[in-house]
């Protein structure tokens, strides 16, 4: 199965809950982690492991050759991101507006615009017993994630069997990226606060969820602040309600240790492990 973990905003807890479960689950089976919010991964600060794989990854970009193009402009027409620009005698390609589409390249009659490869930054692979984690992480100005999710996606496709579980801790929100990371996946783990800054970007996540027509449910994270919306809402509209991760001091003193929570606060384990009895009876209904 793949399990993303994801949110209508940043700051409710993916990160915890993914490298917490994953290692959890490791503990009697293969399990691949990866961190797919490629503008700041942070899961590995929680897991210690080590390197067995790196690669860097790039993206495709057009190069204009000079002497084959006769400005006709049709470059500039075709790019719906504004990647390619004529000035004059001079065409402009803006590498970080780029989406690859290759629209441009193959357009042109003199085949002037030949697509090149341009580094975006990094894919690392990290293995502790049944552990496997990943991380990629773009490089410095580079303005796109989608490109290196899916190239993250497609590696893990192609290295690992689909009897292993595969967890996804997504980046916040709910734009293309989130997209990216959840379009493919088997069921999605919503975590938010009780809050109404929490309830107000979980109704935008599950929006969206919907709207891909996935399975998902929904894991309240520092259980006891705020109010009761969430939990209603849940309810309301027939949303299964995974967890409820407590407010506890004791767990944020181990997250700020970039220490495992599960390991040490039993209540927490509690919560993956209810989290864990529905997983199982979805990929037995899966199989």
């Not at 691949?32 to 860097?56: C, R, W, Y």
């Not at 493919?184 to 783990?189: E, K, L, N, S």
Request: charged share 25%.
């Amino acid at each position: 199965m793949k399990i993303a973990i994801a949110s209508g905003k940043g700051g409710t807890g993916k990160t915890t809950l993914s490298s917490n479960l994953a290692s959890y689950l490791a503990e009697h089976r293969e399990v691949v982690l990866t961190d797919m919010d490629v503008e700041e991964p942070n899961s590995g600060l929680f897991i210690q492991a080590d390197l067995k794989h790196e690669e860097d990854k790039f993206k495709m970009v057009p190069q204009w050759v000079e002497d084959k193009c006769t400005l006709c402009g049709i470059c500039q027409k075709v790019c719906n991101f504004h990647a390619v620009i004529q000035l004059g005698t001079m065409i402009m390609v803006l590498p970080e507006l780029c989406h690859g589409c290759y629209a441009c390249s193959e357009l042109c009659p003199e085949s002037a615009l030949p697509m090149i490869p341009k580094k975006m930054g990094k894919l690392i692979e990290f293995r502790s017993d049944n552990l496997h984690f990943i991380e990629s992480r773009l490089d410095i100005g580079e303005e796109q994630a989608v490109p290196l999710i899916r190239q993250t996606r497609n590696y893990i496709d192609k290295t690992f069997p689909d009897e292993v579980i595969k967890i996804y801790d997504a980046p916040p929100g709910t734009s293309c990226p989130v997209i990216e990371v959840t379009k493919d996946a088997d069921f999605v783990i919503l975590i938010t606060e009780p809050t109404p800054f929490g309830f107000h970007d979980l109704k935008l996540a599950v929006e969206t969820m919907r709207k891909l027509d996935k399975s998902f449910g929904v894991v309240i994270n520092r259980d006891g602040i705020g109010n009761n919306d969430v939990m209603d809402y849940s309810e309301a509209e027939k949303i299964p309600l995974l967890a409820k991760i407590p407010n506890d001091r004791i767990i944020a003193e181990f997250y700020s240790k970039g220490q495992l929570i599960y390991k040490e606060v039993p209540a927490f384990r509690h919560e993956l492990d209810g989290i864990i009895a529905y997983i199982k009876t979805l990929k037995d209904l899966k199989q």
